[in-house]
């Protein structure tokens, strides 16, 4: 067993969580509250899946609905981050989530190399939804603080002739790229710096160094296709008016 689950683990569990927003508050890096909302909140979560999970797996259309409640928290997410203000247009972050992961689970399956098992299937979809909701966060908020930023850069080429699209695009494309760096940076480090959670919990579980490793490049290696893909489509959007602020 990797960690011993007392009261001791959760002493230290509340230690480093209160240390964090400490950390926050004395920083001013933002709300120290909505650190220790966080943590609550993912204890929570994780106490409800553990109790749930085992019994979700066994039946396909518990399956399916489970697998939509977390795409559907996953674009509330997106959409909250990436247009904070009142409307519909966070809507548009289900599009480059989508289009990212289901492609990739739907191959999995095809290929067989993921099994259509709840207990295979839940841990790879959620790891390919969190990396396209991580993708879609970054490219959407760095791509428009930038057109924010620039705006006279944007009128200037539409000035020039080029059409909405093309002016913004020649803005925002190099900072929506910023959106694929963890991704490529983890890829990049992986076994010199970090040893990922696949890795870990498969040689916990008593696999091969060997399969275990192969397993996490698999991971890492759709990650960085699942982020391309949504960092692309969450451009798009952006530089099509589709994903956009209000106006002050």
């Given amino acids: ?77 997106a959409g909250r981050r990436v247009v904070p203000a009142p409307g519909r247009a966070w809507l548009w972050t289900a599009v480059p989530i989508g289009a990212a992961v289901l492609p990739v689970v739907v191959a999995l399956l095809l290929t067989g190399v993921v099994p259509p098992e709840g207990i295979a299937l839940v841990p790879v979809t959620g790891i390919l939804i969190g990396g396209a909701l991580t993708a879609t966060v970054l490219a959407g908020r760095r791509s428009l603080d930038e057109l924010a930023t620039r705006r006279g850069e944007v009128e200037a080429g539409l000035a020039l002739g080029l059409t909405d699209r ?31 959670g696949a890795f870990v919990g498969m040689l916990i579980g008593g696999a091969s160094p060997l399969h275990a490793g192969a397993v996490q490049l698999f991971v890492l290696v759709a990650l960085l296709l699942v982020q391309a893909v949504a960092t692309a489509v969450t451009l798009e959007l952006v530089t099509r008016g589709r994903l956009a602020r209000a106006e002050p």
């Fill in 1 to 77: 067993m990797l960690l011993h689950v007392n009261a001791t683990f959760a002493a230290l569990l509340a230690t480093l969580l209160a240390l964090a927003a400490g950390v926050v508050a004395v920083a001013r890096l933002g709300r120290p509250r909505d650190t220790l909302f966080a943590g609550a909140r993912a204890a929570v979560q994780l106490v409800a899946v553990s109790l749930a999970i085992g019994w979700v797996v066994r039946a396909l259309p518990l399956l399916l609905c489970f697998l939509l409640l977390m795409y559907a928290v996953a674009v509330r997410t």
């Fill in 166 to 196: 093309e002016a913004r695009m020649e803005v925002a494309c190099e900072a929506a790229s910023d959106a694929l760096l963890p991704g490529m940076d983890q890829t990049r480090t992986v076994g010199l710096v970090t040893l990922p």
